[in-house]
C-alpha cells in the first residue's frame, strides 16, 4: 500500500519524489512547505535551474499556480540584462494566441525545446569547469562537431514540425469525418 509522509512526499522504495509545494500567500510571499520557510523569486528560479520539481499553489483556493510563476520569472529575465526573446517573436507568439494553430504552435515550440535541451545536455557533458577561454579554445576545436550537432538539430526540429503538421492534417481530416463531409483530390 503507498503510503505518503506528513509532509505529502512518496515513501514508496524507487518512487518519483512528489513535487516540492509552494504556497502563495495574498500577501505575494512564497512559502516552500518542504525547509518551512518564505522564499524569493529568485529562489524559485534556483529550483527550475537545477531541475527540481515543484507545484505552487494558492495557499487559500489551492488554484495551480505554477505557470504564472514561470511566467513571472521569464518577465523578469527579459525585462533584466540580455533578453532571450525579441520583439518580433513576441509579438509572433502572441499573433497565435485564439488562432486556430495556437495548440500546435505550443506543440512544436515543446518538441524543439525538448530536442536543443538534449543537444545542449550533450554539449554540458564536456569537462566541467572550465574557464569561458578553454570553452572558446574547445569550442574551436569542435567547430566541425558544433556545426553536425546544429545540423542534426535542425534536421530534427524539421521533422518535428512535419510531425505536428501530419497530426495537423489528420484531426483536420477526423474532424470533417465526423462532420459527413470527404476530402477532395
Known sequence: ??????????????????????KKYPNRRLYDT??????TLAEVKSLVMDAEPFVVLDAKSGDDLTR?????????????????FTE?????????????MQGFVGAYLEKNMQVFMEMQQKVAAQPKGMTPEAWNQFLSIQGPVMQTMM?????????????VQEQMQRSSEQMLSAMGIKRQG
Open 151 to 163: 545540423g542534426t538539430y535542425m534536421e530534427q526540429s524539421k521533422t518535428a514540425f512535419e510531425q
Open 34 to 39: 518542504d525547509t518551512s520557510a518564505y522564499i
Open 1 to 22: 500500500m503507498h503510503k505518503s509522509n506528513p509532509d505529502g512526499k512518496s515513501s514508496l522504495p524507487g518512487a518519483a519524489p512528489s513535487p516540492r509545494v509552494i
Open 68 to 84: 504564472s510563476i514561470l511566467l513571472q520569472i521569464i518577465l523578469e529575465e527579459e525585462t533584466a540584462g540580455v533578453p532571450l
Open 88 to 100: 518580433q517573436i513576441l509579438a509572433n507568439i502572441i499573433r497565435f494566441y485564439g488562432h486556430a
